[in-house]
């Protein structure tokens, strides 16, 4: 799941400061489970965007919209008749819906509301922490789950380094080894063996050079 926060309240107004009406688009996604962006967020977002533009005296028009996702296009086009009249957009998504908002309507300024984090997934109620490094060569099956790339403080492919200490990562003593972590899983599966086997550097081409990733299924493409 994708992890965002919100920029500071602040940040945005003063971004609509010469602005009479402004449009906030949340997202039903992502953002919603981490309680960044979904419509309870949009509505109270709205609401204290106009309490501010009050006590200024200068009072501000927000309309609002939920989009079941922001991420696909094919949510956006409900929104046609709503952006028109208004001066900017504010999105509560990812980036990537705030570039879909971006692409579809041309002629307004959007505004990203959220900070968009990591990829992770939530520990306890309010609380998220970074699982996926996005690296585009998943190797989970060789290390018991535990992602090297992004729980070990430095991206190390082939066992731990020399910095751990009692299971804890030499950053913090808050921070696990993650290659503990894999030792002692790969250990309870009985596939020690298999940390034997020397993994080849890093192919990053994978991850980001190149431009743009892109994934195709043509098996479900129509047209």
């Known amino acids: 799941m994708i992890i965002a926060q919100q920029k500071p ?131 989970l099956h060789k290390t018991g789950g535990i992602c090297p790339i992004i729980r070990c403080s430095k991206s190390i492919l082939n066992g731990p380094c020399g910095g751990s200490q009692y299971g804890k990562c030499e950053i913090s003593k808050d921070v696990d080894c993650a290659w503990q972590l894999i030792y002692d899983k790969m250990k309870a599966l009985g596939k020690l063996d298999k940390l034997m086997e020397i993994q080849p550097p890093k192919d990053w081409s994978k991850s980001r050079d190149g431009g743009p990733r892109k994934a195709v299924r043509e098996d479900v493409m129509i047209g």
């Not at 949009?42 to 200068?58: D, F, N, Q, W, Y």
């Not at 028009?61 to 079941?68: D, E, G, P, R």
């Not at 002629?107 to 968009?116: G, S, Y």
């Open 9 to 139: 309240l602040k940040d945005i107004a003063a971004l609509i400061s010469e602005c009479n009406k402004v449009m906030l688009v949340g997202c039903a996604g992502c953002v919603t489970v981490c309680l960044a962006g979904g419509e309870k967020e949009t509505e109270i977002m709205a609401s204290s965007l106009r309490m501010m533009r009050e006590v200024e005296g200068k009072p501000l028009q927000t309309i609002t919209y939920t989009a079941t996702r922001q991420c696909d296009p094919e949510y956006i086009p409900p929104m046609d008749e709503m952006v028109k009249d208004v001066d900017a957009v504010i999105s509560l998504a990812c980036g990537v819906g705030v570039q879909y908002m971006a692409e579809r309507y041309t002629d307004k300024w959007v505004i990203p509301a959220l900070d968009t984090k990591f990829i992770g997934g939530s520990t306890v109620h309010g609380e998220w922490v970074e699982k996926c490094g996005l690296c585009g060569e998943c190797i």
